[in-house]
């Protein structure tokens, strides 16, 4: 049997931090008794941070953080924005019972496409290491879901379950048959029905780039496909059809320039930016597409500007990746937020790509 060791009197604990923390920004992890983090937090003066988990009255989340904490450790960074984006890496790296923020933000979703032999556009709330691509993110849950039903219609991918078995048209001399599609929108001719051996993995596999790329903001074969749909219930007299056609059209037309407008508002989010340091040196963050490509320390004459400034054109001339990892979704939402909380700090921005000081007005799309 393992004995779990209590944790320290609270005294002891913030005798540790008024002895050793300073008021300066950093990021602080209470820690259980196998050196697990419990939680983590930032502020711009730890010490004080520090000490005000220890005047919490019971019952609140502070003193139930406190109660099952057997160490407290901190570290100083030179900004409160270093802070926020430390914070947030520790939490997705740690996972801590006590943290909520950066876990999961319901506020937000991402349109995936599946990693399977036959891939479906899904509605997901967070970017998960399972293959799969992702886009995003993306505001407005219910309107993701129609568009991931419009996209999979119109190019007849597979919506069932994950477990229904796929049989390729490369396939049948295994099976030796075609077999019964599984679904209606199959019969109605809506599927490419690789469940009955209708299609071959090359045709399904070319329809799923469509798909990416439409999600991208970059494909008209979908609308096109709604237009021919169109034409011709306006030629057979079907009106009712026709209307109920066009205004899908309308409603398609509106997610794809979203999805465009999206990727524009990812692509503002490239520069250099540099914080005020509060404490210690001053860094420089290379921002490319929402994510920090690197850190640097900040520059103390031209010369060392235009290094950074030749080492940011490096990074953003390199070729993008056009889907999400789990970290990353985290870090644009973040860099998104900042700005948005803090106009102000758009002074700072400077070295966009296209020469100088970054636009960053579509970022509420994203904040």
Request: hydrophobic share 40%; proline share 6%.
């Amino acid at each position: 049997m393992i004995t779990v060791p209590a944790p320290p009197p609270p005294d002891q604990l913030r005798a540790d931090v008024r002895a050793r923390a300073e008021n300066r920004p950093g990021v602080y992890r209470m820690l259980g008794p196998r050196g697990e983090v419990l939680y983590v937090g930032k502020s711009v003066r730890v010490r004080t941070r520090l000490l005000s988990y220890f005047r919490s009255p019971r019952g609140d989340k502070a003193a139930e953080i406190v109660s099952h904490t057997h160490h407290v450790d901190w570290e100083y960074v030179p900004s409160e924005f270093a802070a926020l984006l430390l914070e947030m890496r520790l939490i997705l790296a740690h996972r801590p019972v006590y943290n909520v923020q950066h876990k999961r933000n319901r506020a937000f979703c991402f349109l995936k496409l599946t990693r399977e032999a036959a891939s479906r556009v899904r509605v997901a709330f967070e970017v998960r290491d399972d293959g799969s691509w992702y886009a995003g993110p993306f505001r407005g849950v219910g309107r993701m879901r129609e568009v991931a039903r419009e996209v999979a219609d119109l190019l007849e991918l597979r919506d069932c379950a994950a477990r229904t078995p796929m049989r390729f048209a490369d396939q049948l001399d295994l099976f030796g048959r075609e077999e019964t599609p599984l679904c209606l929108r199959a019969d109605l001719g809506r599927c490419l029905a690789p469940c009955a051996g209708r299609c071959t993995r090359t045709e399904y596999r070319a329809r799923t780039e469509v798909a990416r790329r439409f999600l991208l903001g970059d494909a008209e074969a979908p609308l096109n496909r709604l237009r021919q749909r169109l034409e011709a219930a306006a030629e057979r007299l079907q009106f009712e059809y026709a209307a109920t056609l066009r205004d899908r059209l309308v409603r398609l037309e509106l997610a794809r320039d979203e999805l465009a407008e999206r990727r524009g508002a990812i692509d503002a989010l490239t520069f250099v930016y540099q914080p005020e340091a509060l404490h210690g040196d001053a860094q420089v963050y290379v921002v490319r597409r929402g994510l920090v490509s690197a850190e640097l320390t900040a520059p103390c004459n031209a010369h060392e500007r235009a290094q950074v400034a030749a080492r940011a054109s490096a990074l953003f001339h390199r070729a993008p990746r056009d889907d999400l990892r789990p970290a990353q979704a985290a870090e644009i939402l973040l860099l998104a937020r900042w700005f948005r909380l803090h106009p102000e700090e758009e002074e700072r921005v400077w070295n966009s790509p296209r020469g100088g000081t970054a636009r960053l007005g579509r970022l509420p799309l994203l904040a």
